[in-house]
């Protein structure tokens, strides 16, 4: 049997001490033979993976009426429905936190969603909402859905890509 590079088994097993390899060359039959490196030395994606995120602050702020602030997100499933549904949208009412969801068959039909929902929230609730929460996706970036809010008088609220924390309530 060849001897196998160490950095390869390494990462091909998630990233284990050098110590753990050892003891699985030893006690598993036809695992391969490892040439291990003398010194030390750091691999990038073992930094990465033991650096400690800081906790993000609770958000203390909450609405303090119904669709003060609603939330929302697009989420992806990972296979397409029996119905061909591929997306999932979601809406959040900070206040009340009850949740609507509502399911898509494109990442384009979450214009129209958004905007069923507004309209939904007016004629069911008779209710105006006055701000809306959404992370960074490309779902809600358009001329014409940001003009559709703020022609309707609701605030845009984003949060920083990929930090679904700032959302809080919707991711």
């Known amino acids: 049997m060849s001897k196998v590079d160490y950095d390869i088994m390494h990462w091909r097993f998630g990233h284990p001490l050098k110590e753990v390899l050892r003891r699985a060359q030893k006690h598993t039959q036809r695992f391969p033979e490892i040439h291990f490196p003398t010194e030390d030395c750091l691999c990038p994606g073992c930094a990465l993976g033991k650096m ?98 703020l022609e309707k008088g609701i605030k845009i609220y984003q949060s920083a890509p990929r930090t679904p924390m700032q959302n809080g309530r919707a991711e």
């Open 52 to 149: 400690p995120n800081r906790a993000f602050p609770e958000n203390e702020r909450r609405a303090s009426t119904p669709f003060e602030l609603v939330h929302s997100d697009l989420k992806s499933f990972p296979v397409m429905s029996y119905r061909k549904f591929k997306y999932v949208i979601t809406f959040y009412n900070d206040f009340t936190s009850h949740a609507w969801t509502m399911p898509l068959r494109s990442k384009a039909a979450a214009i129209t969603a958004a905007k069923d929902f507004l309209e939904m929230v007016c004629v069911q609730h008779n209710a105006h909402v006055v701000g809306w929460m959404s992370d960074a996706g490309g779902e809600y970036k358009s001329d014409l859905f940001d003009r559709a809010l």
